[in-house]
Every structure is written in structure tokens, then in C-alpha cells.
């Protein structure tokens, strides 16, 4: 679900230092678009070789024949596997993350993991602003500002509607005080 902030309306009181802040949301799903499937490998167009494990693990890695290399011939791309101890999850790793790479080759940003990278980039972005918009609301809070709850706003825009005209109203109260401490002084 997504939130928009339509407005922020801030209003100013003559007698008061508070200020009373109001947001306005309107709140619009959106529905995820779908992945694309999955791009299938013809098994003729690959050469699966097992490789003797390395790295961390110890003598048992060394010795077993557990880590699947898969070349792709078109493409000339090599990826090697060895995640896990057993030889089938590496496999189909392995064929997996061929499968990624080629459609990360031919499609570019149209490709299932450049669509991954870019929803978890939009929901990281999106906490961002979540927690901007909280302290946002603490700082207001701080500063002596009230909210009346229907906010949630990082507040940036203030709309000018009837905005000015309160303010005029202070202002005309204020000079309308001042003029009656003249009077009183006068007497």
C-alpha cells in the first residue's frame, strides 16, 4: 500500500504559541507486477564437471567430489558451486545461478534479479522515509508543535490556503492589543 501526503496545514494562534499541524493522506494500492519466468536451459548446451571442494571445511571438502562447474558452451559462461556438502543442492544451484547470469545477459534490466535488487531498493527507500517522517514528527513534537494524529507526513510542503489569512487575523489582534497598552498609557 501506498500513502500520499496531499497537504500540510499549518495554523498559528494569537494567543497561543502552539501550533496546530494537520496532514491530509490519500492511500492508493498498487498491485506487484509479476516476475518473469524462469529462462529454461537445454541440458545439450551445458557440460557439468564435479570439482574436489576448497576453502574452509577441512579434510572432509578436500577429499569428496561435491562442488558442481557448469559451463554454458553459446555463452562461454562458467559458474561454479559448492555451497553445500551434498552434489544434487549443488547442482541445482549451480543451474539456478547459470540460469540468473544468462537472463541477466540477454534481458539487462528487464531481468529477474535486476527487478529483485530494485523492490528491495524501493522498500529501503521507503523505510527511509518512514523513519524521516518519525523523527520529523519528534522534532515537531520537541519544537512545541500538536499534531492532531491524522498526520504521518514528513511535512515538508505547508499550503498557503487560509494560511495568510490567520496570520493577518494575528496580526490585526496583536496591533489591536497595542493599541489599547497606547490607550492605557495615554490616560
Same mark, same amino acid.
Do not use: W
Given at each position: ?25 490519500? %492511500?492508493? &494500492? =498498487?498491485?506487484?507486477?509479476? +516476475? ?5 536451459? #537445454? @541440458? ?49 544451484? %549451480?543451474? &539456478? =545461478?547459470?540460469?540468473?547470469? +544468462? ?5 539487462? #534490466? @528487464? ?77
Amino acid at each position: 500500500m501506498l500513502a500520499q501526503r496531499l497537504s500540510r496545514l499549518a495554523l498559528g494562534f494569537p494567543n497561543r504559541s502552539i501550533r496546530a499541524c494537520r496532514t491530509f493522506h490519500a %492511500a492508493v &494500492r =498498487l498491485e506487484e507486477k509479476a +516476475l518473469p519466468p524462469r529462462r529454461i536451459i #537445454d @541440458e545439450t548446451e551445458i557440460t557439468e564437471s564435479f570439482l574436489k571442494g576448497s576453502g574452509p571445511g577441512g579434510q572432509k571438502i578436500n577429499k569428496t567430489s561435491s562442488a558442481v562447474q557448469l559451463k554454458h558452451l553459446p555463452s562461454g559462461i562458467v559458474v561454479k558451486c559448492q555451497g553445500t556438502r551434498s552434489r544434487e543442492q549443488n547442482r541445482k544451484d %549451480a543451474r &539456478r =545461478l547459470l540460469g540468473e547470469r +544468462l537472463e541477466e545477459l540477454e534481458k539487462g #534490466d @528487464e531481468s529477474r534479479t535486476a527487478i529483485k535488487v530494485e523492490r528491495k531498493r524501493t522498500k529501503k527507500a521507503s523505510a527511509d522515509k518512514k523513519a524521516r517522517r518519525k523523527y520529523k514528527k519528534l522534532a515537531d513534537e520537541k519544537a512545541g508543535l500538536q499534531d492532531d494524529g491524522e498526520s504521518g507526513g514528513d511535512g515538508d510542503e505547508v499550503v498557503d490556503d487560509g494560511h495568510a489569512s490567520v496570520a493577518d487575523g494575528s496580526l490585526n489582534a496583536s496591533r489591536a492589543a497595542e493599541n489599547v497598552r497606547d490607550s492605557d498609557d495615554v490616560k
